[in-house]
Every structure is written in C-alpha cells, then in structure tokens.
C-alpha cells in the first residue's frame, strides 16, 4: 500500500501568503503614508513595474524558505528578526523607491537574498557546545560593577532621572547627552551594552526564573537609560523583550518564525488604524518608517550613491590611516545631504548598505560572511540556555544591525558582549519552566539538568 505523500503547505501556502501579505502592507504604507509627508527626508516613491514587483517577491520568498522552520537556537533568533527589519525591506522596497531603475533594483534585491541564503545554510548542522567554566559570583560581581560605573557615570556627566519623556522630546536630550560625552568616549560603549545585553539579561532571567525582582530592575533601568539619552530603541526594547520571551515560551513545541512576519504586518495596520483615528502620523512613523521602511530605503540609496562614487574602504573606520578617505565627514551624513540636502542628517546604514558602501558588492557579500562567523559561534556558546532567554538577549544588538554595520554592531552595540554573557551565564534554568526552547538537540535534557545538580 502506497504511503500518502503529505503536502508542504507551509512552504507552499504559508510562507508565501505571509511574505506577500507584509509586501502589500509595506507598499502600502510607504506610497500613501510615509512618502508624502516625508519626501523632503528622501522617502521618495515611484509606481513600481508588475515585473519588478513579482520577482522581488521570488526572490524575498527564496529567501524566506531559506529560514529555519523553527526557532530553537540563538542564530534562528537573529536571521529571523534580520529578515523581518532589514532584508524583506531591502528585497520588496528596491522597485519602487526612485534610486535605482529597475534591473539594478532587482540585482540588488537577489544579491542580499542570495548572501542570506547563504547565511541561513550555514548555520545549519549539529552544534558542539563551548561554555566556560565561571562562577555565578565572579558573573554577577561583574554586571554590578559595569552597571555602577554606567549609571555613575551618567549621574556625574548627564544626571539621572526616571521621568516620562515625550517622544517628540528625544531630541534635545539626545543632543545634550551627545555634548556631555566629550572627554568621556567609553560612557557611549557603556551605556549600549547596558540597554542592549545587561538589562534584557535581567529581563530574561527574572521571566523565565519566576523572579520579579530583577525583571522589575531591568525594567527601571532601561527607563532611566531612556530618560536620560533620549534614544528612542531603549524604550522600545521594553516592549520588544516581553513580546519576545512571551512568543518563545512554548511548553510543547518550539516557535515558528513565521509568526515574526506577520506580527510585523500587525504592526503596520494597527499603527495605521491608530492614527488614523488619532488625526496623526506618530506610530507610523516610530513604528513603520523607523523600523522597517528606513533599511530598506537606505539600502538603494547607499548602493545608488557608492556606485557612482568613491567607497570608503573602512578609511573612516578600523582602516583609518591605512587608506585615503575621499569624504569630509562620515558616511551617514554624506548620504544624508545627498539623498535630502540636509547637511546635519544622519542617514545610518544597515549591515548590507554599509557594506556597499566600504567595498561595493565584495563589501555586501563579507558583511555576510562576517556575521555568519560570528552566528556560528554565538550558537555554540549559547547552547544550553532556554532560547527565549537568548531572544531577549539578542533582540536588540540584531535590530542594530539595521541601522549600522556588522563590525559597529560587535563593538558598540552589544553584539560581542552579548556572545561573551552567553558563553559564561550559569545553566540554571528549569527546562519545565522554560518551555522547550532549550535548543533540542544540542544537549540533552538529561545532561541539562545533570548541570543544575
């Protein structure tokens, strides 16, 4: 008797459902929403052609399918948020933004795909373990002296205070603490690391420990972080870490991505229903423009520009003095006045459209190659702890890799602090409490709770 063959409707329905439902919530929002009232940005529109159209949904698609089914080990975590942020953007976006005609729009949006492709297969295959032997005490000794000397820091350059700040405020704070930083350059890395590793660990472990108490601390603290810079992803990480750790506490099964792709669709609708029933634009703007719009616009405007212009080859970065930078000022404000005429505008790049712009299409291909290292030992030094906890932890250094490179990300971001917490943080979690996120298949349960005797 011929066994039935079981149809993949996930890859065929599903998937392809899910990742053209956010095409059309995308091209909506940015035509009717966003363009309009933000051209004078550089958020400029075009009609796109049908042709263009469908082969950049293909191709965001293939990359799609590309992901792991299910989120069950740190790098799932990352090339999940980075596709839903940064690469569906830059795939669907390409054809109707006005930098690039159309084949070069449909180049670009195969050549990210096909690099995160690359990525996603390369993180595939049995995990070898790499933990260090670290006692909780020294662990613990060591976030409490980086968040005094942190928060010290901030109370003697900035002053602290927990009070609610206006979004529409942020900025001034933001400048003030920008002229406070003189003379005090490690305060920046400081303050990152704190808001993007140290805090979501406290976060992580209170939820998945069942301990109030240091959620409500890396709660309190975050808010401080956020009153105090006035950077806007610090109060936004609070919501993003609880939507994280509630979608990944799964007591029978581990999450599917795809849920990913359409809470982001969700959250274009509801930003838009909400204001338009407010008369306002806010949430689209916060919500929408800043978090999946902006990467994929940014990307066609920095491949555009650099294609026709000189790179920069890391002359303003980590080659600094080995190589003739051809700009007077950084990047970002280079694209800034070009792409809007407005010299004091910071247009920050996304991991791929930094590298276009350092070393053109081998630069976008070794971003890639740099973040898939790093994605491999990241799963080997994670491997061991509840993968809700590790989503909290990585929620935001991955976010930053939409808004900067790869080697910023690493360094100023939390990227590598958060590879260092995660290769030294105690196995101490209960596997019936967390769910069974524990990266099944990497070590045996067992094994896991042999850790915790």
């Not at 899910?18 to 009609?47: K, M, N, Q, S």
């Not at 920050?348 to 459209?353: E, I, P, Q």
């Not at 906890?389 to 690493?410: D, F, Y």
Request: proline share 5%; charged share 15%.
């Amino acid at each position: 008797m011929r066994s039935a063959v079981k149809f993949p409707g996930r890859e065929f329905v599903l998937v392809p459902l899910g990742v053209i439902v956010f095409a059309f919530l995308l091209h909506w929002v940015y035509a009717d929403l966003i363009a309009p009232p933000f051209g004078y940005l550089g958020y400029r529109y075009r009609e796109p052609h049908t042709e263009a159209v469908i082969i950049s949904l293909i191709t965001a698609i293939v990359a799609a399918l590309a992901l792991p089914r299910r989120i069950e080990r740190a790098s799932s975590v990352v090339l999940w948020v980075l596709y839903v942020v940064t690469v569906a953007p830059t795939i669907l976006m390409a054809s109707y933004t006005p930098y690039r005609e159309d084949n070069e729009a449909i180049l670009l949006g195969v050549v990210v795909s096909a690099v995160f492709v690359g990525i996603c297969l390369g993180v595939r295959g049995t995990v070898r373990p790499l933990n260090f032997a670290v006692s909780p005490t020294s662990i613990w000794l060591a976030l409490i002296i980086i968040s005094v000397v942190t928060y010290a820091l901030l109370a003697f350059t900035q002053g602290i205070s927990l009070r609610f700040l206006d979004l529409l405020d942020v900025y001034d704070v933001r400048e003030e603490y920008a002229n406070n930083l003189e003379g005090i350059g490690i305060l920046s890395y400081l303050v990152f690391i704190q808001a993007n590793v140290v805090n979501p660990m406290m976060v992580a472990r209170g939820l998945f420990l069942r301990r109030q108490l240091w959620t409500a601390w890396g709660i309190i603290g975050q808010l401080i972080l956020y009153s105090t810079t006035g950077f806007k992803s610090m109060l936004f990480a609070i919501p993003a870490w609880l939507i994280i750790a509630f979608f990944l506490r799964r007591r029978r099964r581990t999450a599917d991505g795809l849920a990913l792709i359409w809470g982001a669709s969700g959250m274009i609708l509801l930003s838009a229903i909400v204001d338009h029933l407010t008369n306002s634009i806010l949430l689209t703007s916060l919500l929408s423009r800043r978090f999946l719009v902006t990467p994929g616009v940014f990307t066609s405007v920095y491949a555009e520009f650099f294609s026709e212009n000189p790179q920069v080859h890391l002359g303003h970065s980590i080659l600094r003095g080995f190589v003739e930078y051809p700009y007077n000022r950084t990047p970002p404000y280079v694209i800034g006045e070009w792409m809007a005429g407005l010299p004091t505008m910071a247009a920050n790049a996304n991991m791929f459209a930094d590298g276009f712009a350092n070393f053109g299409w081998a630069g976008l291909v070794g971003a890639g190659v740099v973040l898939l290292l790093y994605l491999k030992v990241l799963d080997r030094v994670s491997a061991g702890i509840p993968v809700g906890v590790v989503g909290v932890i990585m929620t935001m250094p991955t976010v930053a890799l939409s808004n900067t490179s790869v080697l910023t990300a690493m360094l100023s971001h939390g990227l590598v602090a958060a590879l260092v917490l995660l290769a030294i943080m105690p196995r101490d979690y209960d596997i019936r409490d967390a769910g069974r996120g524990v990266l099944p298949g990497l070590i045996p349960e067992r094994s896991f709770a042999s850790q915790r005797r």
